[in-house]
């Protein structure tokens, strides 16, 4: 039979132990981080260390204006904080990532028909873009057709404008996307 002082003592370090292996648990940590920064590429081809780009302004094909506009900020803004690049002008900046807003379209997916409204309207946008080293002249990626659908609901109170947006937003994760992935 143990008595009371060795209970208490035994007590008393397993909850010790236990604090121990929680605290190391918590500082720790399990490795997982979501600045994916560590993931993406930062030498071209020659060696030589990318710590700029340049972001120009996203031309447009199409006759809503803005959408180019959309997508050159949701890119910058995800350069900045996704990446470990930073952004700069173009004539100070190691890299320049240009591109077109090509071709949107519309197209419904569901109606109403006591209403004879669309109930739901998928809009698909294609754009192209490209990125390449200014120093070298090398072009790291290249996507002619790149494609985001996104869909939207009317009677949500949901329209052309949120969809845009949405699309712009995922256009531009994608595109950080490819050029952390692009074998380059």
């Not at 002008?89 to 990532?97: F, I, S």
Request: charged residues 30%.
């Amino acid at each position: 039979m143990q008595s009371t002082g060795s209970m208490r003592s035994n007590g008393l370090t397993n909850r010790a132990l236990l604090l121990c292996v929680i605290v190391a648990a918590t500082v720790s940590g399990c490795g997982y981080s979501t600045d994916r920064s560590a993931v993406i590429r930062t030498q071209n081809a020659n060696g030589d260390r990318i710590r700029t780009v340049a972001v120009d302004v996203f031309e447009s094909r199409e006759f809503r204006r803005g959408l180019e506009l959309q997508l050159t900020e949701a890119l910058a803004k995800r350069i900045e904080a996704e990446t470990p690049f930073k952004l700069a002008k173009k004539d100070r900046a190691d890299t320049l990532l240009t591109g077109e807003v090509r071709e949107v379209r519309q197209s419904t997916i569901g109606r109403d028909f006591q209403a004879v409204k669309p109930r739901e309207t998928a809009a698909t946008f294609v754009v192209s873009f490209q990125w390449k080293d200014l120093r070298t002249g090398e072009v790291l990626v290249d996507r002619p057709n790149f494609v985001q659908t996104v869909d939207y609901i009317r009677p949500l109170n949901e329209d052309f404008y949120h969809a845009s947006q949405r699309a712009m937003d995922r256009l531009a994760e994608r595109m950080i996307e490819q050029m952390e992935t692009a074998d380059w």
